[in-house]
């Protein structure tokens, strides 16, 4: 029986394939190499623009990342504002470009997260109101917060529920003029949930006026994609803090240490060098990012507050 088995044994060995592996699959897969375990950098975005341009920008910041980090970064789509907070707040996303009012929630509720840049354009950030121009024809100018009382019993959009430039402030602007949300036409507003949406609906005279993130309507301005014939801004508000890359606290231990300084400058150095950066600063409607001190939110946190957004 010892020879037939060590026959038997010898056969078997000579019928492996020259390449056959050395150890067993389940023992290989719990060695995995550097390449496998190695951390990826989440990133995500609040969803405040249509989905087709959001997935470019941020694929395309992704790429840049990539390069300029050596890590590999994916991009992580939200379906909602609360859904990116909730996501950083678990610890699924390591990275986050917020609107003011979600940047602080986001902090509030994730112990040792970092604000790290915003860009130069949101240290004095605006908000319009706009309105479809057949309906608010007969509406008088616009020249301070107190003026937005014509707006009582007239249908009436924000953004999404959560949008600082969409919904906070622009609340804000007309609880100083003396309008509640009970006083628009059936008692409450609308929420379009984006700003391109807020725009498209008040053109279309489904409401008659509304408020957006000037950005984007700058930019659906040079697109084209706005009919002055159908609507018209009725007033700009005075400035505010609003959009900044939020970080998690914890990336130095993830990723290495000085990681994360190594992220912020890399945020602040995009330049239009390259034909991606100016991709990228063009669909961000700015210049440049610029290091945000956290403290400049500090408005955003009583008002969020005041508005029962923040508890």
């Given at each position: 029986?010892?020879?037939?088995?060590?026959l038997?044994?010898?056969?078997?060995?000579?019928?492996?394939?020259?390449?056959?592996?050395?150890?067993?699959?389940?023992?290989?897969?719990?060695?995995p190499?550097p390449?496998?375990?190695?951390?990826?950098l989440?990133?995500?975005?609040?969803?405040d623009?249509?989905?087709?341009?959001?997935?470019?920008?941020y694929?395309?910041?992704?790429?840049?990342?990539?390069?300029?980090?050596?890590?590999?970064?994916?991009?992580?789509?939200?379906?909602?504002?609360?859904?990116?907070?909730?996501?950083f707040?678990?610890?699924?996303l390591?990275?986050?470009?917020?609107?003011?009012?979600?940047?602080v929630?986001a902090?509030?509720?994730?112990?040792?997260?970092?604000?790290?840049?915003?860009?130069?354009?949101d240290?004095?950030f605006?908000?319009?109101?706009?309105?479809?121009?057949?309906?608010?024809?007969?509406?008088?100018?616009?020249?301070?917060?107190?003026d937005?009382?014509q707006?009582?019993?007239?249908?009436?959009?924000?953004?999404?529920?959560?949008?600082?430039?969409?919904?906070?402030m622009?609340?804000?602007?007309?609880?100083?003029?003396?309008?509640?949300?009970?006083?628009?036409?059936?008692?409450?507003?609308?929420?379009?949930?984006?700003h391109?949406?807020?725009?498209?609906?008040?053109?279309?005279?489904?409401?008659?006026?509304?408020?957006?993130?000037?950005?984007v309507?700058?930019?659906?301005?040079?697109?084209?994609?706005?009919d002055?014939?159908?609507?018209?801004?009725?007033?700009?508000t005075?400035?505010?803090?609003?959009?900044?890359?939020?970080?998690?606290?914890?990336?130095?231990?993830?990723?290495g240490p000085?990681?994360?300084?190594?992220?912020?400058?890399?945020?602040?150095?995009?330049?239009?060098?390259?034909?991606?950066r100016?991709?990228?600063?063009?669909?961000?409607?700015?210049?440049?990012?610029?290091?945000?001190?956290?403290?400049?939110?500090?408005?955003i946190?009583t008002?969020?507050?005041?508005?029962?957004?923040i508890?």
């Amino acid at each position: 029986m010892p020879v037939v088995a060590a026959l038997f044994l010898a056969l078997a060995a000579a019928a492996l394939p020259a390449t056959a592996a050395p150890l067993p699959l389940p023992l290989a897969q719990l060695s995995p190499g550097p390449a496998a375990t190695a951390p990826v950098l989440r990133i995500s975005a609040i969803p405040d623009q249509n989905p087709e341009k959001l997935n470019r920008l941020y694929g395309l910041v992704a790429d840049e990342l990539a390069d300029t980090l050596g890590r590999k970064v994916v991009y992580v789509p939200m379906v909602d504002y609360s859904a990116a907070v909730t996501a950083f707040r678990k610890g699924d996303l390591d990275v986050v470009w917020f609107g003011g009012l979600t940047g602080v929630q986001a902090r509030l509720q994730t112990p040792g997260a970092r604000v790290l840049a915003q860009r130069d354009v949101d240290a004095a950030f605006h908000s319009l109101f706009i309105g479809n121009r057949e309906a608010t024809a007969g509406l008088q100018p616009i020249r301070s917060a107190a003026d937005l009382k014509q707006l009582r019993g007239r249908r009436f959009t924000f953004g999404s529920e959560s949008s600082t430039s969409g919904r906070l402030m622009p609340q804000y602007f007309l609880q100083q003029g003396g309008v509640k949300l009970t006083d628009f036409a059936g008692g409450s507003p609308g929420f379009s949930g984006s700003h391109d949406a807020t725009i498209a609906l008040v053109q279309s005279g489904a409401y008659e006026a509304g408020a957006v993130n000037e950005q984007v309507w700058t930019s659906a301005l040079r697109k084209g994609s706005i009919d002055r014939s159908k609507v018209v801004v009725l007033w700009r508000t005075p400035p505010y803090p609003d959009y900044h890359w939020v970080a998690q606290g914890n990336l130095d231990r993830r990723f290495g240490p000085g990681f994360t300084g190594r992220l912020q400058a890399a945020l602040v150095a995009l330049k239009p060098t390259s034909q991606r950066r100016v991709q990228i600063l063009d669909l961000f409607g700015a210049r440049q990012f610029v290091v945000a001190p956290a403290d400049q939110y500090g408005q955003i946190e009583t008002i969020g507050r005041q508005l029962g957004k923040i508890r």
